[in-house]
Nanobody, 126 residues
């Protein structure tokens, strides 16, 4: 069983930056995809970004393109994935979840990811 632990959430002003981290407890498969999702109360969890663990072109939601960057440093022995968030907006507020799936295809739907972290809270407010 893979366990994912997010960190790095907090309060940031509009226009500011924040970096989230997601560490996997152990690697159980050699080829996999990491994803980030977010959710606000009363709404469905939505896709933010995904990327294969060994690099390649990432996939982003239109709402975060050119502002967020997902990175998966293959040299990191802990299989940590990051989400760098710049030029943040109040609409970016929510709980952010890290997810993982085996394989090479980038997916945007929650049902495609069997492994999830507990989430970290991000608030963008002045």
């Amino acid at each position: 069983q893979v366990q994912l632990v997010e960190s790095g959430g907090g309060l940031v002003q509009p226009g500011g930056s924040l970096r989230l981290s997601c560490a996997a407890s152990r690697r159980t498969f050699s080829i996999y995809v990491m994803g980030w999702f977010r959710q606000v109360p009363g709404k469905e969890r939505e896709f933010v970004a995904s990327r294969r663990h060994n690099g390649g072109r990432p996939l982003y939601a239109d709402s975060v393109k050119n502002r967020f960057t997902i990175s998966t440093p293959i040299a990191d022995a802990n299989d940590t994935v990051y989400l760098q968030m710049n030029s943040m907006k109040p609409d970016d507020t929510g709980s952010y979840y890290c997810a993982a799936r085996e394989g090479i295809v980038l997916k945007e739907t929650t049902g495609e990811y069997p492994y999830w972290g507990q989430g970290t809270r991000v608030t963008v407010s002045s």
